[in-house]
């Protein structure tokens, strides 16, 4: 069946049917071939671009051989009975980030150039007919929803924007009405003045643990200057900096990680908004509550979550969190190190 999206007629909810997502490899239960180290390019669709250093690839760009979309110039609609399959056209592009197999992003040193192909490629596919929006991830670990050791993100155009970006734009539009500032430079001005939960910041941006996280060690990671467009961002070095030093602790804090990194960006026409990336660590999962009701339990406050990445306490279960409470913390001296 060809890629196509539902509509659930009592919520807001699009799912996307795409079969042909069940078969892609997974190198985490077999030992096929990795289709993205060097020499195996013949198993990857033709590529759409690379950045090579010394004669020799080190970034490639090549379609999804198992998308999740798949662009065309016309969205055709096809009813049956009371609901409605849309066959709209969208987008969905791999970024191989280095022909290294089981590199951890901080050890890849062209990582500002992955940065700036991000963009790069962000901008051009917002360039096609019928795309609403870019949305770019990154899966490390199993848990995380990684099929391939290899590291690589992933880009997808989609022909609506989603309900997550829309509900957010609703409520920057909301502040902005009300306070006449954007929201999220009115977070991290106080994120900077509280600092409990700043995990990391540099001259360009600021990485913390949100007010209200919806999951242990849940990181948001901007710039500081107000700016819509993460594919119009341009300082890339210094933005892999910062990604770096979180991803470091994240390492060194949690055991053999998984996590989601996830760009928001503005659509086009949108400017209240604040361009950010969500780094997400599966550690807990949601469970019956969370999908039942929509809340989310956190057993990890925020500020106890960047306490510890910043400290780089080992924190192999959650149990383990809760006992790093101990009441002769020296808060203040791991602070001074961000500032």
Excluded at 57 to 67: A, D, F, H, L, Q
Excluded at 246 to 261: A, D, F, G, L, R
Excluded at 262 to 267: A, G, N, R, W
Excluded at 292 to 308: C, M, Q
């Amino acid at each position: 069946m060809e890629p196509h999206l539902r509509k659930d007629i009592i919520s807001s909810n699009w799912v996307i049917v795409s079969d042909e997502r069940a078969s892609r490899p997974n190198d985490y239960t077999t030992s096929n071939k990795c289709p993205f180290c060097r020499g195996n390019e013949e198993n990857t669709p033709p590529e759409i671009m690379r950045v090579e250093k010394n004669n020799r690839w080190i970034i490639r760009v090549v379609p999804n051989k198992y998308p999740a979309l798949v662009y065309n110039t016309k969205n055709i609609i096809e009813t049956e009975g009371i609901y409605q399959k849309y066959y709209y056209s969208g987008v969905h592009e791999v970024i191989i980030e280095s022909d290294e197999h089981n590199k951890i992003i901080y050890e890849i040193e062209h990582f500002d150039k992955v940065l700036e192909i991000f963009a790069l490629r962000m901008r051009e596919i917002l360039k096609k007919d019928n795309v609403k929006y870019v949305m770019l991830f990154r899966n490390y670990g199993v848990n995380a929803g990684a099929s391939l050791r290899h590291p690589h993100s992933q880009i997808i155009g989609l022909p609506l924007l989603p309900v997550r970006i829309t509900d957010e734009m609703s409520h920057f539009k909301r502040y902005r009405s009300k306070h006449g500032r954007c929201a999220f430079c009115d977070m991290i001005e106080e994120e900077k003045r509280y600092k409990k939960r700043v995990i990391s910041k540099n001259k360009d941006f600021i990485a913390f643990a949100p007010f209200a996280s919806r999951f242990n060690f849940e990181i948001w990671l901007a710039p500081l200057r107000h700016n819509p467009h993460f594919y119009l961002e341009k300082n890339f070095k210094s933005l892999k900096n910062i990604l770096f030093d979180v991803c470091h602790m994240i390492h060194n804090t949690i055991k053999n990680p998984s996590y989601n990194i996830i760009i928001h960006t503005s659509p086009c026409s949108a400017n209240d908004f604040h361009w950010h990336i969500e780094i997400l660590p599966k550690i807990a999962m949601p469970a019956g509550f969370e999908w039942g009701s929509g809340f989310y339990i956190n057993t990890v406050s925020p500020e106890e979550a960047a306490f510890l990445l910043r400290s780089g306490k080992k924190a192999s279960k959650i149990s383990d969190v809760g006992c790093q409470k101990t009441e002769n913390r020296k808060r203040s001296n791991s602070l001074k190190s961000v500032f």
